[in-house]
Structures are given as C-alpha cells and as structure tokens.
C-alpha cells in the first residue's frame, strides 16, 4: 500500500510530507487550493508525462517521492527481485525529479531506472480512476473489454487474438506463394547465376588482396626505408642501440644513490629490451621480403575481376561477399517456399483451430453476460436509479476479427416498461457519471492493484446518491487502499482519513495537506454542506454524516 509521499517544490507544494493509512482516504478542499496536487505527484511517481508546470515557480525543479509497503511474493516483490531492486526494509521507494528545463529523472529503491520501468511496477501498484472515465462508457469496445476484465477472461480472449494472428499470417504467406508462383523459377535462375558469377572470386578477402597489391607497389620504397632505419638502430658505426647501452652503464653507477634515478634506470633498460626487439623483427621482416612481379600481376587481375563485378552490380568492392551471401539466402528462401496447395492446407488449419477458440470465448461470454448484468443492475438502482435494467447484446459479426465473433453493446433503460437501449444513445450525463462509478468499483474488485485512485468520479451526483457512493468505496477499502478526491460531503464522510488542501496565501502561493482529526473533520464537512456560513444546523447535520459512517460500519 502507499504509506508516505513527499513533495517538493511540486507546483502549489514548497514542501510536503504526508502518510497516507490503510483504507479509505478522503481530499477535499476549496476549489483550486490544489487538490489534485498528490495525485499528479504521484502520477509522476508512477512515470507519468509531466512538463515544468510542475515545477513551483521560481525553483530549478522538482522532486517527489513515494513509498509503498509490499507483501512477499505479491507481483511487484517478484518483479523487484527480477530487477534485483528487493532490499530488506520490505519498502518501494519511487522517486522523480522534474527540472525546470524539461527533463526528468528516475528511480527506484535508489537505482536510476527508466520511466518504461516506474510504468512496469506502477502498473502493479495502483489503478487510477478519472472524473472522465464515463466517457469511456461510450466507446464501443468497452463493454466487451468490461465483461472480459470482469469475468477473468484475458487468456481465452488473447488466444483468439493469437490464433486470428496465425490465420492471418497463413493467409499472407499463401497469397504470397501465389505471387511469387510466376516470377519464382526466373528470380531463382538469375540468382544461380550471379551466384556462379560471385563464388570464386569471394573466396578471397578484397581487404588483404588490395593490401597485398599495395605493398609489392611500394616493395623498393620499403625496403630502402627500413634499410636506412636497420642502420641508424644497429649497423651503423654509431647506432642508436649502442648508444642506449652507453646511457644505461652511466646511470646504472648511480642508480642506488636516489629512488628517482633508479626508476630512470629501469624505464630506460626496458626501453633498451623492446628497441630491441623491434630491431629483431624488422631485420626479419627485411629478410622475408622479395619483389615477385608475377605475383602482382595475379593480383591485379584479381583487384580488376572485383572492380568489375562491383561496377555490375552497383556496390562496393568490399561489399560483394556481403551482397553474395544475402543471395545465398534468398535463393535458399525461395528454394524452401512452400507450393501454394500445401499452404493452402494451413490457411484452413489455422482458420478452424481460429473458430474453435472463438467460438469457445463467444460462449463462455454469452454464459457471464446474464449473472453480471444483472449484478450491475442490482448496483446502479442503489444510486437512485431505481428502474434500471441493464443487459447485454450479441451481434454476430459480418467478419471476424481478433476480438471473437460478435459485437458486444451494453443496453440500459432507466424507466420501467421502456425496452433497453444502447448506453450511449439513452443515458443521460448523470445516469453515465453513476453507471461509470459503478462498472468502475466492481472492476476495482477484480484488480491485482493494491492501491486505488479515485479522481473527482462523483461529479454530477449529490443526496442520497453519493451517501450510496460513499458506502460503496467504504465497502471495497476493506480489501484495497483507497485514495478519492472528491466534492461530496457524504462521501468523505465514510472516510477512514481526512485530508484537508488548504491554499495560503504566500509569495509564491503555496498549499497545505493537513490530517484532520474528528472535529476538524466536522468543521469541513460542515462547510461541504452548507457553504461560507457555517451555523449550528450545518454542523449538526455534518455531525449526522459521520454517525452514518459508524452505523454501517
């Protein structure tokens, strides 16, 4: 769960410290005193995209942190053993830094990490749900990805989408085949022959032949400078390598008489060892060395043949072996390329074990629909939605897809006697803000998360409704943590915390997070409720708010 953020310099925050407790957490505040200021920190925490209105003005950047507690062998403990990111404090520490210049940096339990990885592991911790989400009510997909997410059916639904995949594939490879039937035998045939063309002139290296060339061109300019060079270090009547030696005997007398000297020394008797050497080698090298014309003839030819062929085929020299090989390859593909009737065959395999799976998926779909719109049903009429009926609706598609055999729509009525609609066509803007609400905690009770976020979703709902609200985040915060920004007093007053934004008027401006206690929660559901004048009545009655919380708990 999350237990602690930290913020600082984090737009309206100079510097921020807050523990957050288990269960059901409550933001409110005035309008524009900063409310979403924790969720969009910790959004960055979770490698959200940010920009520099984060940074508080003034300042050079920003830097947020959160700490979350995990369980052994919970998904993020395995995923951080995988990244050997596990410490013992039993602790995941996120952290992000926003510079005033645009860029940001990462990390995770104190090891600089990508924003792909604080994804990874946020996408375990926590779910986040937006006063927008309704909105995805109206997408087509939505339903049916609803069902699925709901009734566990990820894996049969990515088999179908796997198999579809094959089909697919299949079916390209087959169409290929056909096209390729005509031109096949005469690519082959230019192939074998540029082939043939190629095959002995690439058995050489072009790098060792051009090199070769070079050197018999230079043989006599060679030979005179390392001549000369042999001289000046050994021949000579006065060469370089006695020299040395003469140095060596002088300071070898003195050597013991200073450290520095005798450091000297020993540089100076393995640079005699290594001239040495080199002197060895290139009498050696001088030895082996013969001028042979015919030879530069053979490789001239040789550099002419690869010249040429380059010209032909409009490369390099040095890129007609590579050119070769990736020939090599295609013929070798095209040699292996099935006849058109054999992929036939597997265009219809992958096709029926394709409707095998779906259909299977369709099914098991059919079979969850009734019970969970009926629960859905049961759920929205709490929320003063008392005729609400819900079901869902199979269309067989024309074709096919990836995502089974039929369309799915979500179709809803709010008024008895009056057949159900789709969603999107009958709803109104506070019957979807409700149903979304809804569709969203029982998805919530179906997550993996740990920790979940609730932006603003009781916009357009008051009364009796959002007391309903309350009670329904009251009652998942039993099993996850729950952290809801919200306007509704009925809501925050089933709360297990209270935080409380408030904006102060300082230069810059700057907002406070403070924990309130049971009065100071009273004293702000009072102003929930009863706006700038705050009269016995008023408190009375967010009074009444907190005992229902105690009575249904």
Not at 263 to 280: F, P, R, V
Not at 484 to 498: F, K, L, N
């Amino acid at each position: 769960m999350l237990t602690h953020l930290t913020l600082i310099n984090f737009a309206l925050a100079e510097h921020l410290a807050i523990d957050i407790e288990q269960g059901f957490n409550v933001l409110t505040g005035e309008t524009g005193a900063g409310k979403s200021l924790l969720l969009d920190a910790l959004s960055a925490c979770l490698g959200e995209r940010t920009d520099t209105n984060y940074v508080r003005y003034g300042a050079d950047k920003a830097d947020v942190t959160a700490a979350f507690s995990y369980q052994d062998g919970s998904p993020e403990a395995l995923w951080l053993k995988a990244q050997e990111l596990d410490d013992e404090s039993g602790e995941i520490l996120l952290r992000r830094v926003i510079f005033a210049t645009g860029r940001s940096k990462a990390w995770i339990n104190g090891r600089p990490s990508s924003l792909a990885e604080l994804k990874e592991i946020g996408r375990m911790l926590v779910q986040l749900y937006s006063q927008h989400s309704q909105q995805q009510l109206l997408e087509p997909p939505y339903p049916r990805r609803w069902l699925d997410r709901y009734s566990n059916f990820h894996a049969p639904a990515q088999a179908v989408r796997d198999a579809y995949g094959a089909w697919q594939k299949n079916i390209r490879l087959h169409q290929a085949a056909l096209d390729a039937q005509a031109t096949r035998k005469q690519r082959m045939e230019t192939l074998e022959l540029q082939l043939e063309e190629l095959e002995a002139p690439v058995q050489a290296d072009y790098k060792e032949i051009e090199q070769e060339f070079d050197r018999l061109s230079h043989h006599e300019h060679i030979m005179q400078d390392c001549s000369s060079s042999l001289a000046a270090l050994d021949d000579a009547e006065q060469n370089i390598n006695q020299e040395i030696s003469s140095i060596l005997r002088r300071l070898e007398a003195h050597a013991g008489r200073s450290g520095q000297l005798s450091e000297i020394y020993a540089s100076m008797l393995n640079a005699q060892s290594e001239l040495e050497d080199a002197t060895a080698s290139l009498r050696q090298f001088m030895d082996r060395q013969s001028f042979d014309p015919e030879r530069m003839e053979e490789l001239n030819a040789q550099l002419e043949v690869f010249h040429r062929l380059a010209r032909k085929y409009r490369t390099q020299p040095e890129s007609l072996k590579e050119e070769y090989e990736a020939w090599q390859a295609e013929l070798q593909q095209l040699q292996q390329l099935e006849d058109p009737e054999t992929l036939a065959e597997q265009v219809e395999a992958a096709h029926q074990d394709f409707l095998g799976k779906a259909q299977h998926l369709d099914q098991i779909r059919r079979e969850a629909a009734a019970p969970l719109a009926r629960q859905l049903t049961a759920q929205v009429k709490q929320l003063a939605l008392p005729e609400a009926y819900f079901e869902f609706k199979f269309e067989a598609l024309d074709e096919a897809s990836s995502e089974g055999l039929s369309f799915i729509q979500l179709l809803f009525s709010a008024n008895k006697g009056i057949p159900a609609q789709p969603l999107a066509r009958v709803a109104s803007g506070g019957e979807l803000s409700r149903i979304a609400l809804v569709m969203q905690v029982m998805n919530a009770e179906k997550t993996d998360a740990e920790i979940l976020v609730f932006d603003e979703v009781d916009v357009g709902i008051s009364g009796g409704t959002a007391e309903m609200v309350g009670r329904l985040l009251a009652s998942l915060a039993q099993h996850v943590q729950i952290l809801c920004i919200t306007h509704q007093a009925q809501v925050a007053a089933q709360s297990d915390q209270h935080l409380l934004v408030q904006k102060q008027q300082t230069d810059p401006a700057s907002s406070a997070i403070i924990k309130l206690q049971e009065d100071g929660r009273i004293q702000e559901l009072a102003r929930m409720t009863g706006g700038v004048e705050i009269g016995e009545t008023t408190l009375q009655h967010a009074r009444q708010l907190r005992q229902l919380k105690f009575q249904n708990a």
